[in-house]
């Protein structure tokens, strides 16, 4: 069975909506029926725009609600390109907003995987391991108003605030922790899950979606 879900995840800058649309674009040439959603969008049909949950109860239990009705009206001939809402928005919320463990994560992400696993979904995680070197790559194209927001989000709640990180380097630990966090989960994953380099061929991954 073919995938009906690729969702390519990675962390900030590494180059996940770009990976995403080419993806969605070798799709199309070869006669496939695609959707590609980007992250933040306001029509997207597996997220919320807007992630003000009182409490993660409450969050996990409207995510999953949102990615079961997903999964039951999507079209069985459309393949959906969707861009980091599977790894990166359950970990910046269970991680860095509510500073819970690497299982409770785990945990979390597996019920969201539970939940696409009748897609036969494609999971393809671009590793960056230098974080600094990433963040550094994208800083003029998105400017100090993007990093200063990143910052504050990563450091003003749950563990940034445990860890007492500031400024520039401690953003750079949290993002350093978080990588090996989704590493590992990924590796506890059922799903076909692939990780490639930021400049990836994708001649050399084609046959996986």
Known sequence: MKTRLIIVEGLPGSGKSTLAKRIADCLQKNGKSVVCVDEGDINHPADYTDYDFPDFETERRLILEKWRKFVAGAKKDV?????????????????????????????YV???????????????????????????GVLSERGKDWLNAVIDYHLSQGYGKRNNLHGYDGYIKCLEERRLRE??????????????????????IKNIF
């Open 79 to 107: 393949v959906y390109v969707f861009n980091c809402i599977f790894l990166q928005n359950p970990m910046c919320e269970t991680m860095m907003r509510f500073d819970m463990d690497e299982d409770s994560s785990k945990n």
């Open 110 to 136: 597996i019920e969201i995987e539970n939940i696409i696993k009748a897609m036969n979904p494609v999971i393809i995680y671009i590793d960056t391991p230098s974080v600094k070197e990433t963040i550094d």
């Open 183 to 204: 590493i590992n989960i990924l590796k506890a994953l059922t799903v076909n899950c692939f990780t490639v380099g930021r400049n990836v061929d994708l001649s050399t």
